[in-house]
């Protein structure tokens, strides 16, 4: 059976560089290699092709007489001279590929610095604040240098000793089968060193906890849930690492008034009988001052009557909403006894003029008669 072709068998162009050809072994060595395919003949088989195949082309000399007289020029040199030695073990295979990718000792420094965590501060507004917008100040906690111990941790500033176990470099390597594993050190935490004597004030930290005022500029429009970022004013980060952040999340207290929904506002505004029944203006408020309505004749409970744009003004931009006033029918209470007579007349008056004065009592009595006789009482 002919062989493929080198560049083919690789999977690249015949005008590949160095490190295209070295990036495509390294991905189907790993894929075919036989520690990873165990009693697979073709994977073993796939193998041995892309080996040879990077042996040839990796070599200069070898590559040239490949790509002049094809797979007769390098018959019999696969396997000698400089790339004959390429990676064959899965373990060398693995530790190249991720060499490259975190560079030469990289993981080792990432392991030794933390971010610091990230923090939440809730913060309560009024409905006019988280309306118009506003700036508060807030005390949060925070760590800073200790300053018995200079940071160091230890007592009276001492410095700490060497960590025994990862001998100062803050990671160890543990060996399992194929496998070289590189974690933080357990005992000192990848600090690389350790204290015998803390400092009684931090207690070995080299930090303490103070509070610091941050200015929080709340936008206009924020509601309930929102959150605000401040970018680096979370947990301070270890060993050099950053800090988290802080979010400030808003909690629109309940106003005595106005409830929101949304970009809306909505009221209820409580009126008096005479008012539904003969009509005319009513003051409302607003979060602007005070505003005016007009009640038509004859309105009903839950009738709900828009006043355009006094609502809130989104936090993104855009129109504003409107306020919407649901009025309430009032029902008069502690009559005296001349109200008392006073209203028996008018309802004399209104049993006489039929329904055309109440037409949703008598819908509703007509619709409990049929209700009755479909019974069948």
């Known amino acids: 059976m002919a062989k493929r072709d080198y560049y083919e068998t690789l999977g690249v162009a015949r005008n590949a560089s160095e490190a295209d050809l070295k990036k495509a072994y390294r991905r189907l060595a790993m894929k075919y290699h036989p520690d990873r395919n165990q009693g697979d003949q073709e994977a073993e088989r796939l193998f041995k092709e892309v080996k040879e195949a990077y042996e040839v082309l990796s ?3 070898k590559r040239a007489a490949y790509d002049q007289f094809g797979h007769a020029g390098v018959d019999g040199m ?3 001279g400089p790339a004959g030695g390429g990676p064959g073990g899965f373990a060398d295979i693995f530790s190249d590929v991720f060499g490259d990718i975190f560079g030469a000792g990289g993981a080792r420094r990432s392991a030794h610095m933390f971010r610091g965590a990230d923090l939440r501060y809730t913060l309560e507004l009024t409905l006019e604040e988280a309306v118009r917008g506003t700036e508060v100040k807030i005390q949060v906690p925070t760590l800073e240098v200790c300053g018995s111990c200079k940071g160091s941790g230890a007592r009276g500033g001492a410095k700490p000793e060497t960590c025994p176990t990862c001998h100062g470099h803050g990671d160890v390597r543990i060996q399992q089968g194929f496998f070289s594993i590189q974690q933080t050190c357990p005992r000192c935490r990848g600090t690389g060193a350790i204290i015998t004597d803390p400092c009684p004030t931090c207690h070995g930290r080299g930090r303490v906890e103070e509070r610091k005022t941050l200015s929080v500029k709340v936008p206009a429009g924020v509601d309930s849930g929102d959150r605000i970022r401040l970018s680096g004013e979370g947990e301070p980060g270890e060993n050099g690492g ?5 979010y400030v999340q808003i909690a629109v207290k309940p106003h005595p008034i106005f409830g929101r929904e949304g970009n809306d506002l909505r009221c ?3 009126i008096s009988i005479v008012l539904a029944a003969l009509g005319g203006e009513l003051e409302v408020p607003t979060l602007d001052g005070r505003g005016n309505i007009q009640v ?3 309105t009903q409970t839950g009738k709900v009557f828009r006043i355009r744009g006094k609502g809130v003004t989104p936090v993104r931009g855009g129109a504003p909403g409107d306020l919407l006033c ?3 029918v009032e029902t008069p209470v502690n009559l005296t006894r ?4 006073l209203l028996e007349k008018f309802g004399e008056t ?3 003029g039929g329904e055309k004065h109440n037409p949703q009592s008598s819908s509703w009595l007509d619709g409990v008669k049929r209700f009755f006789d479909d019974l069948k009482f």
């Open 78 to 80: 696969a396997g000698r």
């Open 326 to 328: 649901r009025v309430v």
């Open 59 to 61: 070599d200069p000399q």
């Open 242 to 246: 950053p800090p988290g952040d802080l």
């Open 268 to 270: 209820e505004v409580p």
């Open 296 to 298: 038509p004749a004859g």
């Open 338 to 341: 001349e109200q008392k007579e």
């Open 350 to 352: 209104l049993a006489a």
